[in-house]
């Protein structure tokens, strides 16, 4: 007769494991072992927040890439923990092991995905996804190696001294919960503003490596054959090098890297907060060019084709007051203080350093005409969307620039919005004009119509219109791929009023344009046309559709 199996009483230890001989007390052992949670789980939370942070720098979309990052990670961690079942035998021996290796590889990540970005980032063919594809595989990796964390930690919690589930499960949550929040908010008020994304990765690596090691070498050392020791110790040492290494190279690394992207001719290169700004040429003939996070903002070469189209046809009425949201290069409001009638100029940029090399860069203050001299020029820093939302109490401006990035990232959406047009419409004088840059419209016909349904919405009547480019001007999307950099180079624009709808056309008493004529406008308007995409609804604050 087969006798029926009785379960293990709840807290029971697995055959193989006994208490833990500890050179330390047992209060003392418990205590080390939820410090150590709570290093490890602050900084799991720092490689996730890099993770996205870097995805956002490097493909633009953040709402996409942060929910695909965070998603995948979530995934892996719970194949982690099943998968660390199977180490509970060697708890102390495995757990060593991964935070070496989640040392090795969170703390590298972001040099890695930087370097693949940077030298390979536009390359297209089958790697054209590849930095995305990079993206995810480090998502996996790290989720893994975390998910298999709290299994193990689990096991040696419960060999220091056995207690009932609940409880250690409440302990462990605990101190891995408010790990987490120190992690989240060390990550953009300290690391990133002292240490920059990949310093303070491979900082946290480190870290990361030294509790892990610590715990296991000095707590549980007798559960470890000498092998085993000689081998994490070797292996922790090993990846700390790696790190400090890295650490001593990374100036040297963000220099060739930063030429891989922005070529040999970089003469100003700042990090502000998450932004890199870069500026190159504007020396010896050389064209200048602006780059905001690795994507070209001004094209020297082009750059007069553009701020003419986006500027001219919108002051073909009245102009003395002027509002431009965006433009801190100071470009677009050279443009507009080429009308005698203008009396004030508002500019609203959402980046103070923008407008500092525009005041003093001496090739970029060259070419917007010094602009920032001007006594009818005032300048603040602010968040558009924000701004309009504490207007003047009247509706005092004859013209609105928005000379704002292109609305294919998710940051910039808001101010592509339903609600922003509205905003925009309230501080219109009532003959007032609105022209918006929209993006390209051969590349990406669908985004350009949104824009133009949405500034209807808004209760604007529009002109659409489409100026090609001579050269590669501004950056055909959010990212820097080799299907970007084919795609047709144009700029789609949409003019409105409050009134009728607004014709386009120069204004006769104004300063003659170099690259537009009446008639190049009416094949601006007859190109934008030939695209048209109907039937799509309004992009929303709630329901951004870009």
């Known amino acids: 007769m087969i006798e029926p199996h009785a379960p293990a009483p709840p807290g029971a230890p697995p055959s193989w494991a006994g208490p833990a001989r500890l050179p330390v007390r047992q209060r003392t052992g418990r205590f080390l072992v939820l410090a150590c949670v709570f290093v490890c789980a602050a900084c799991g939370l720092v490689y996730e927040l890099e993770l996205v942070a870097l995805a956002s720098y490097l493909t633009g979309d953040s709402v996409t890439q942060a929910s695909v990052v965070l998603s995948v990670m979530v995934f892996a961690m719970g194949i982690g923990s099943l998968l660390a079942k199977r180490l509970r035998r060697n708890a102390a021996a495995a757990f060593g092991a991964i935070e070496a290796l989640l040392a090795l590889v969170g703390g590298c990540s972001a040099m890695a995905l930087y370097a693949v970005f940077a030298w390979t980032g536009d390359w297209g063919g089958l790697w054209a996804s590849g930095p995305r594809w990079l993206l995810v595989a480090f998502s996996l990796a790290i989720g893994l190696l975390i998910g298999a964390e709290v299994p193990l930690l689990m096991e040696l919690i419960q060999r220091i001294r056995r207690q009932d589930a609940g409880g250690a499960v409440a302990d462990l949550f605990a101190a891995d919960y408010v790990g987490a929040l120190v992690g989240g908010l060390a990550f953009p008020f300290l690391l990133l503003p002292l240490l920059g994304q990949l310093t303070g990765a491979m900082l946290t690596g480190a870290v990361n490596a030294v509790a892990g090691g610590a715990l296991v070498l000095g707590l549980f050392r007798r559960d470890l054959t000498r092998r085993a020791r000689w081998l994490l110790l070797v292996a922790n040492l090993a990846v700390l090098c790696v790190l400090a290494t890295a650490t001593v190279l990374v100036d040297d690394f963000e220099r060739a890297a930063r030429e891989a992207v922005y070529g040999t001719d970089v003469r100003v290169a700042l990090q502000t907060g998450v932004r890199e700004i870069a500026l190159t040429g504007g020396t010896d003939g050389r064209p200048l060019d602006l780059y905001v996070d690795g994507r070209l903002r001004v094209g020297g070469r082009d750059e007069d084709r553009y701020h003419e189209a986006l500027v001219h046809p919108a002051m073909d009425g009245p102009h003395a007051r002027v509002l431009v949201l965006g433009g801190g290069d100071g470009l677009a409001a050279r443009e507009v203080l080429r009308y005698s009638g203008v009396r004030r100029v508002d500019i609203v940029a959402l980046d103070p350093a923008v407008v500092d090399l525009a005041r003093h860069d001496p090739a970029l203050s060259r070419l917007n005409g010094h602009v920032y001299g001007d006594a009818r020029l005032h300048v603040s820093t602010a968040d558009a969307f924000r701004r309009l939302r504490t207007p003047a109490p009247v509706a005092s401006y004859d013209v609105v620039i928005a000379d704002l990035p292109d ?87 949409v003019l409105a009023s409050r009134g009728p709808r607004p014709a386009l056309a120069l204004d006769p008493g104004g300063p003659r344009p170099t690259t537009l004529t009446e008639e190049s406008l009416r094949a601006a308007v007859r190109a934008a046309q030939a695209t048209r995409v109907r039937g799509l609804g309004a992009s929303t604050l709630v329901h951004p559709r870009y």
Do not use: I, M, Q
């Open 407 to 493: 609305p294919g990232g998710t940051a910039s959406a808001k101010l592509y919005s339903e609600e922003f047009y509205g905003l925009v419409r309230r501080v219109l004088a009532p003959r007032g004009r609105l022209v918006v840059h929209a993006g390209p419209v051969a590349s990406r016909p669908r985004v350009f119509w949104t824009v133009e349904a949405t500034v209807r919405a808004a209760g604007l009547r529009t002109t659409p219109y489409r100026v090609g480019g001579r050269d590669s001007g501004f950056a055909a999307g959010p990212g820097r791929t080799a299907g970007a950099s084919r795609a047709p180079r144009d700029w789609g624009f």
